[in-house]
């Protein structure tokens, strides 16, 4: 078995101010070295609950770990061009099969192609349309996880502009109905496999809409 690390690093980046304070020099005495952290919820590699985009719904600490830790298909979007929109018939196609009550993995590989320290990642991007949210949901999957923004409008945000709500798909779609996503993985290039074992759990946060999570796969558990 290899685990394969699928995580952004949390570290300064130009959209999600990450301040992180050390307190303590053991060279210089002290008995400990104490950090502490200042960050959104919802950057790097994280996962959304429904409280996000839905009022009085569950939050964060109710995501149940059956639901991001499990077995999980890859579908090989490897050949996107930047820009470009993905259809339910392009996901058909790179799904290679499986049961309901998986982990769908949608693997562009954009972090090779894009550095996702950078404004182009988002504006180059490729993403999904209604219809593939739709087929998504249709699957019905515990959870999706992307290496991509996947719905157009997240690059807009970068400038402050704003769309109505239902052309963010996957948000509107499938984590209205229940299904969890996970956001902002890297690395899946490293995946070799069209199916694997995935870990995203996020921080236990008692009435937080989103969490970071360190995700990672188990290649050849599954």
């Known amino acids: 078995m290899e685990i394969i690390d699928l995580s952004m690093p949390i570290e300064p980046h130009f959209r999600w101010p990450v301040d992180l304070a050390i ?4 060279a ?6 104490v950090s502490r952290i200042s960050m959104t919820c919802h950057g790097f590699s994280h996962v959304d609950a429904q409280a996000h985009v839905i009022a009085h719904s569950p939050t964060i600490e ?6 991001v830790v499990g077995p999980c298909r890859v579908l090989d979007l490897r050949d ?27 693997s562009s590989g954009w972090d090779t192609k894009r ?3 950078t404004r182009e990642f988002w504006l180059d991007a490729p993403y999904l349309t209604r219809e593939a949210a739709l087929w998504l949901r249709d699957r019905k999957p515990t959870a999706l996880a992307f290496d991509f923004p996947q719905d157009y409008p997240i690059r807009l945000l970068l400038d402050d502009k704003h769309v109505p709500f239902e052309q963010h798909v996957t948000h509107d779609i499938c984590l209205r109905a229940g299904i969890t996503l996970i956001e902002y993985v890297v690395n899946t290039r490293a995946l070799t496999r069209p199916r694997t074992f995935l870990c995203a759990a996020p ?4 009435n937080a809409d989103g969490s970071p999570a360190r995700i990672f796969a188990i290649e050849g558990m599954v």
């Open 115 to 117: 550095d996702y320290r």
């Open 23 to 26: 307190k303590g020099d053991i």
């Open 203 to 206: 921080l236990k946060l008692p």
């Open 62 to 67: 109710a995501t149940a770990l059956s639901r």
């Open 28 to 33: 210089a005495g002290d008995p400990f070295r």
């Open 80 to 106: 996107v061009a930047p820009n470009q929109a993905i259809d339910a018939d392009r996901l058909a196609a790179a799904d290679p099969g499986g049961p309901e009550g998986e982990i769908l993995l949608l």
